[in-house]
């Protein structure tokens, strides 16, 4: 008898993502969450299904389209392979993976796309342990190409794990920086997707942030953000705070007087002198470049500029986002040469 239920919940569980992904039918977001949590308790305990995962499977999502039940976003860690935490097969979950799990604005609209297009209840942000990327923002490590801006993303997150504790350092203000960083994307998707944030507040899709550990392949749910409520309210009233219109630059006392002249002056000018000036004149002095010969032409370097220098996280659990004055104030020089 024990053995039969045993088959009939096995069964069950490979038949539900199967019937919300095939006919497209909504599930209620907490029998999504509950189908991720079995899903990782199988992989975890080494009872992994494995299902969805044939040709039959293949076949009715290329003809019939895709139904995912879950948004996830994760990192990219190799070690870290979502469908197969969660005991998922093809159609089953929609995967947004990016280093650090962070959310710029292709992550975001991946996301948005799994919520508003696809329908997923259930929005995941997972980090996990010893996650590489979170580990360079707290040892400030030196990195290259485009890696800079990516990491500076996470930055934040780790002045919010040291304003919890001042005093961690190593393993400790590392495992207290992934949590902050899952904390950190759960807020940039609320605060820069108005999109998602409307399915949230309504309560047509459940926001979750979880950790999951590389040694024993279980996760740690998080649940909610704990200032959910008021990021919502916030960024809805930062959406409809009228914008100030920009005053006009008040002009210089006599700004234009000498080009203005210049033009009058030439509009009143004789043919003759006109004639006048078309006429070759004296060589030009070639004492200019000689007052340079020796001398090296090649601009002095500029010194390199670090990426969001002000990142930063203060107030009750709101992580803000870095700031461009500095990249502004590096191109003023640029500006007035124009001029």
Known sequence: MKRCLAVFWLILAMSVPALASS?????????????????????????????????????????????????????????????????????????????????????????????????????????????????????????????????????????????????????????????????????????????????????????????????????NWLGQHPDQGKIIAGAHMAAHKPKPKPKPKPKAEGENTAQDSAVDAAAEAKPEAHAAEAKPEAKPEAKAPAKTKGKSAKPAAKPAEEVYPTAKSEGDGELLAPTDKPAKAAHAPAAKAHQ
Not at 174 to 181: C, G, R, T, V
């Open 23 to 219: 006919t497209g039918l909504v599930i209620p977001a907490d029998e999504a969450l509950q189908m991720l949590k079995d899903g990782n308790t199988r992989y975890a305990d080494g009872k992994s299904v494995h299902g969805h995962q044939g040709p039959d499977r293949r076949t009715e999502t290329a003809t019939g389209g895709q139904h995912p039940f879950a948004t996830i976003i994760g990192c990219s860690d190799s070690r870290a392979p979502l469908e197969v935490v969660f005991d998922q097969g093809v159609g089953d979950i929609f995967v947004i993976r990016v280093a650090g799990n962070v959310a710029a604005a292709d992550e975001l609209g991946s996301i948005e796309y799994g919520v508003g297009h696809l329908g997923t209840p259930i929005v995941l942000v997972l980090g996990h342990t010893g996650c590489g990327a979170v580990t360079a923002a707290v040892e400030n490590a030196k990195v290259h190409g485009n890696i800079p801006a990516l990491i500076n993303q996470i930055k934040p997150a780790v002045a919010k794990a040291k304003s919890w504790t001042p005093t961690a350092s190593g393993k400790e203000l590392l495992a207290k920086s992934i949590q902050a960083n899952v904390w950190l994307t759960m807020e940039n998707i609320l605060r820069k997707s108005p999109e998602v944030r409307e399915f949230v507040q309504d309560g047509r899709a459940l926001l979750v942030g979880g950790i999951y550990d590389l040694t024993t392949g279980k996760v």
